[in-house]
């Protein structure tokens, strides 16, 4: 009779996650993270979605008449290790953006979701956040 197919083979070697993380995020809120504070309740924010994954707060410093952060509760450090991850959590981030335009009343009048990667891109804290700005007509390219 035939081997099975495999049979001899040797184990694949075990992954090993980065300490406290989980197929790159990370299980516990990140110390001194400001947005696994307001995820955790720490830190005080205007939250306009409370989700079992999402959350989303509005900005400090609005650039527009709408700017809400959109955030992972889990912490992934951008866009990228986030959309890596895979698991649906990119998906609902886009989803609650969508959620937040209809709430704001600016899902007809349109939107802009931007997620600033790295310093060149912009991005001051490294949570993965995608920020929705709307209610006024934006400007093409950007700064
Ligand atoms: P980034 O520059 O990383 O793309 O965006 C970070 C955004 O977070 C900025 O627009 C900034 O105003 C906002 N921000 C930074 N810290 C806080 C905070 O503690 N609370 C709120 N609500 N917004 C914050
Ligand atoms: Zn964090």
Redesign the pocket.
């Known amino acids: 009779m035939d081997e099975e197919p495999g049979a001899g083979c040797p184990p694949p070697p075990m992954a090993r996650p980065a300490p406290g993380t989980t197929n790159g995020h990370y299980d516990r809120g990140v110390p001194d993270c400001?947005f696994c504070g307001?995820a955790a309740g720490g830190?005080p924010?205007t939250i306009v979605l409370d989700g079992k994954r999402i959350i989303a707060?509005?900005?400090?410093?609005p650039q527009a008449p709408t700017h809400v952060?959109v955030v992972p509760r889990d912490h992934f450090p951008n866009v990228a290790e986030l959309a890596a991850a895979g698991g649906g959590l990119l998906d609902e981030v886009v989803a609650a953006a969508r959620e937040v335009a209809a709430a704001d009343g600016i899902e007809a009048s349109g939107y802009r979701i931007v997620f600033?990667t790295g310093q060149d891109g912009?991005?001051?804290?490294g949570h993965v956040?995608a920020?929705v700005l709307g209610g006024r007509s934006m400007a093409w390219p950007p700064g």
Do not use: K
């Open positions: 400001s307001i830190i924010a707060f509005r900005d400090l410093n952060l600033n912009g991005q001051t804290v956040h920020h």
